[in-house]
Nanobody, 119 residues
Framework: QVQLVESGGGLVQFGGSLRLSCAAS????????MGWYRQAPGKERELVAS????????NYADSVKGRFTISRDNAKNTVYLQMNSLKPEDTAVYYC????????????WGPGTQVTVSS
């Protein structure tokens, strides 16, 4: 059964930090690149960070480069997103999922975790 459970979101002030976690079922996690996506109100979902299956390669959207760091622990089927220097425009619901294909083709999503950055 597909399972994705995101956690770690919350309300933080401008410039603050949060660390998100995502526990994934092995079926999704194993040998797949994983990514963190976000969706702000009225906007399309976007991929902000991805990491290869053995954590050798990471990629970031320009909007978060230098501020966010993605990592994974394959032994725990968990992927993390360390977010520093947060800005109000980072406010969104954050989701993790398979990063090997277009998000529009992904049928299952976890509940996500809300991140709100106040100015």
């Amino acid at each position: 059964q597909v399972q994705l459970v995101e956690s770690g979101g919350g309300l933080v002030q401008f410039g603050g930090s949060l660390r998100l976690s995502c526990a994934a079922s092995e079926g999704i996690f194993r040998v797949k690149p994983m990514g963190w996506y976000r969706q702000a109100p009225g906007k399309e979902r976007e991929l902000v960070a991805s990491i290869s299956s053995v954590a050798a390669r990471t990629n970031y959207a320009d909007s978060v480069k230098g501020r966010f760091t993605i990592s994974r622990d394959n032994a725990k089927n968990t992927v993390y997103l360390q977010m520093n220097s947060l800005k109000p425009e980072d406010t969104a619901v954050y989701y993790c999922n398979d990063a090997s294909r277009d998000w529009r083709s992904i049928a299952y999503w976890g509940p996500g975790t809300q991140v709100t950055v106040s100015s």
